[in-house]
């Protein structure tokens, strides 16, 4: 592995820069499957992603198959995707609807709450055998919060709600949308791969300096449709501000912001069921929290899973690496429930246009990424990336850095055990206004 610093964070000189062998040495991937994803929460999937009983989905989550499921009683576990007799995979389809998990091996079957019950031949075993031990297994701890379910493989993590910390009111204004009927994961996916570094991923779901230069086609196509053009300068459009949640996660996220790239919805009716949605939002929550919620937001829960507020839309996303080089990503739709059709056409046609694998914009980053990864093969005459973007400013714009040096300096501590200081900087009020009930929700 290589040695000598990960990063270097120079407060003095307002200096970061990361050494971009963290990003080809495949010792480093290893070390972080372990230290990375084997010590964090990670997002498995949505509640909504699970209507009926029985239902399920097989993914791979930090590396590890898993099934995500709902039981008959209506209960949520997590199961290894893995038979306990001679280790096949159970669910070798990415969804369906079961009350068996049945191995195709040698026929083993288990429910869906991960008790065997189907076992041929029982009586071909020993008086001492314990069925009871071969159950399915579960990661070490699971928890949900407003309907997001996580999984770690550690067992000394923090509970859930303290890992999340700042991360939390962010996935508040999210859940909040959905009023009195919930949010829900819009059925289909976006999935693909690219030859990146998974950490260049991170990095660019939460950069907004790169969007503009980007994504020219896409905001000259959306400018013609009569949304509100990109200012050479995004951050003096709105309230702008990278912000620090602890714990490695971090957002950007504006107030008051009229550019939301995507393409408004169409006609009279579109404007009039926005409109009488935001009302709706209004009566519930008041106008502050509502004010934040119509603002833009790129969340990243540290280590890797995504969600944004922006284009017309709601995205989570999943990313895995499945090499040094290469990255498996995953996204979905997160929309309310009993949504205007007008509204929810809109926001379909953005998830396709703008986030789809062959939209107007996601092929944009995909060459992005490609190309810094390519460039990295330069090697260690030019051995650090600069991340240093609004490190001496009072306020630390959407378009900075700010966030991109949060999550690095919480992977170094999980790779190296140093620990750094948060950056100071000032963020705007109105961002942070506070959710009426103080993060009370009903269960």
Same mark, same amino acid.
């Given at each position: ?24 040495? +495949? ?165 693909? !791969? ?10 660019? $779901? ?56 995507? /393409?408004? +919805? ?13 009302? /709706? ?8 929290? !509502? ?54 056409? $809109? ?41 240093? /973007?609004?490190?001496?400013?009072? /306020? ?39 959710? +009426? ?7």
């Amino acid at each position: 592995m290589i040695s000598g610093p990960f990063i270097i964070d120079d407060r003095k000189n307002a200096t970061f820069r990361v050494r971009r062998a963290t990003m080809t040495d +495949p010792d480093i991937l290893a070390l972080e499957q372990a230290v990375v994803f084997g010590s964090s929460w990670l997002y498995v999937g949505h509640d909504s992603e699970l209507p009926r009983p029985n239902d399920w989905r097989a993914r791979d989550v930090g590396g590890r198959p898993v099934i995500f499921t709902r039981d008959q009683d209506g209960g949520v576990h997590v199961f290894y995707n893995v038979c306990s007799h001679r280790g096949t995979t159970l669910c070798r389809e990415p969804q369906g609807n079961s009350r068996v998990f049945n191995c195709f091996y040698h026929s083993w079957g288990f429910e869906t709450t991960g008790e065997l019950v189907h076992l041929p031949g029982e009586e071909a075993y020993g008086d001492g055998f314990d069925r009871r031990a071969l159950d399915l297994k579960s990661p070490p701890r699971i928890g949900c919060y407003r309907d997001f379910w996580f999984l770690s493989y550690s067992q000394s993590a923090p509970a859930l709600e303290d890992y999340l910390g700042g991360a939390r009111s962010y996935l508040d204004l999210i859940a909040d949308q959905g009023l009195d009927g919930g949010m829900e994961v819009v059925r289909g996916s976006h999935e693909y !791969t690219m030859g990146a570094n998974w950490k260049l991923l991170v990095e660019n $779901s939460f950069d907004a300096y790169h969007v503009a230069p980007t994504h020219r086609r896409y905001l000259k196509m959306t400018a013609e449709l009569g949304a509100p053009p990109l200012s050479k300068e995004p951050g003096e459009r709105a309230i702008t501000s990278a912000v620090d949640l602890g714990n490695g996660h971090a957002a950007i996220a504006t107030a008051r912001d009229p550019f939301r790239i995507g /393409r408004p +919805p169409a006609g009279e009716q579109g404007e009039r069921a926005a409109a009488a949605f935001r009302s /709706r939002l209004e009566a519930a929550y008041g106008p502050a929290w !509502t004010e934040r919620m119509y603002g833009i937001r790129n969340l990243v829960v540290y280590p890797s899973l995504v969600v944004i507020d922006l284009v017309g839309g709601i995205i989570i996303r999943t990313l895995h690496p499945t090499g040094v080089g290469s990255v498996k990503v995953t996204a979905w739709e997160l929309a309310p429930r009993g949504e205007d059709p007008v509204l929810r056409a $809109s926001r379909l046609d953005n998830f396709l246009t703008f986030w789809g694998p062959a939209g107007l914009a996601t092929p944009d980053d995909v060459e992005a990424l490609e190309c810094i990864q390519h460039g990295l093969a330069a090697g260690e005459d030019v051995a650090w990336s600069d991340v240093s /973007r609004g490190m001496a400013a009072e /306020r630390c714009r959407h378009s900075d850095e700010l966030q991109m040096r949060v999550f690095w300096r919480r992977w170094n501590q999980a790779m190296t055990g140093e620990i750094a200081a948060p950056e100071l900087h000032v963020v705007p009020t109105p961002l942070l206004a506070e959710r +009426p009930d103080a993060y009370v929700v009903a269960p």
